[in-house]
């Protein structure tokens, strides 16, 4: 079962690379880039299509409960740091919000989908980060996701962590917290690996079908918005 995190934001560390986004700030980027990609109909967003994307029960690790107010506090933090702009649209009735991190940080559309999905799931395999990128970007071959894991380690984005006892794949975190959460990162996973194989196996199918659900569901909610 997933924790849900609570409506609590965790220190942010100091770091060296220059990022040092506290948790709720990783959220709320991770899900203005990826929403970017996937609803490009209703992006910008507005606070409330935040708030939900930020809370989502698939493709979140590990699930939030944000309010209202604490992304609007989250939002007014990354406007500081100038990673986020409010979009004035002629006509709305309400406020909407866009990233900058393309413009800020030079990032192609591969290197934000798989900065985005390394934000919103955590530290991953090369081959998980490939097939949870379907939806914002395909990659044709692992290589490709290597090529764009290194170019996000040169910007001190990511990094490749240690090989944990039992596993066989290397796994790579992003460095948006600072390189103290990624450690922190890695020791969680070792402590609690492994599972045993055939669990893993499992699991992640579990994850990969939630994916797959969650993309049906947003296609057919498209689909119905054209008879509406």
């Avoid at 500081?80 to 909407?96: D, F, I, M, S």
């Amino acid at each position: 079962m997933t924790d849900t995190v609570p409506d609590v934001p965790a220190a942010a560390p100091e770091t060296r690379s220059g990022f040092d986004l506290d948790d709720f700030e990783v959220r709320v980027l991770a899900v203005l880039i990826e929403k970017s990609f996937v609803t490009p109909d209703t992006y910008p967003l507005s606070v409330n299509a935040l708030v939900t994307g930020c809370n989502q029960l698939t493709g979140r690790e590990p699930v939030m409960s944000l309010s209202e107010a604490t992304v609007l506090a989250t939002l007014d933090r990354l406007v500081e740091r100038g990673l986020v702009t409010q979009r004035h649209q002629a006509g709305a009735r309400v406020a909407k919000w866009e990233h900058q991190i393309r413009l800020r940080h030079s990032l192609t559309p591969p290197m934000q989908a798989v900065l985005t999905i390394l934000m919103l799931r955590g530290a991953q395999t090369v081959g998980e980060i490939r097939a949870r990128c379907e939806r914002m970007h395909t990659f044709t071959s692992t290589a490709d996701v290597e090529g764009v894991l290194e170019r996000l380690n040169d910007k001190g984005m990511a990094i490749q962590l240690p090989k944990a006892p039992g596993t066989k794949e290397a796994r790579y975190t992003h460095l948006m917290s600072g390189e103290a959460a990624a450690q922190q990162s890695f020791e969680t996973g070792e402590s609690s690996a492994p599972r045993g194989g055939r669990v893993g196996e499992l699991e992640e199918e579990v994850r990969r079908l939630r994916q797959q659900l969650e993309w049906l569901t947003n296609e057919f909610e498209e689909f119905r918005k054209q008879f509406q």
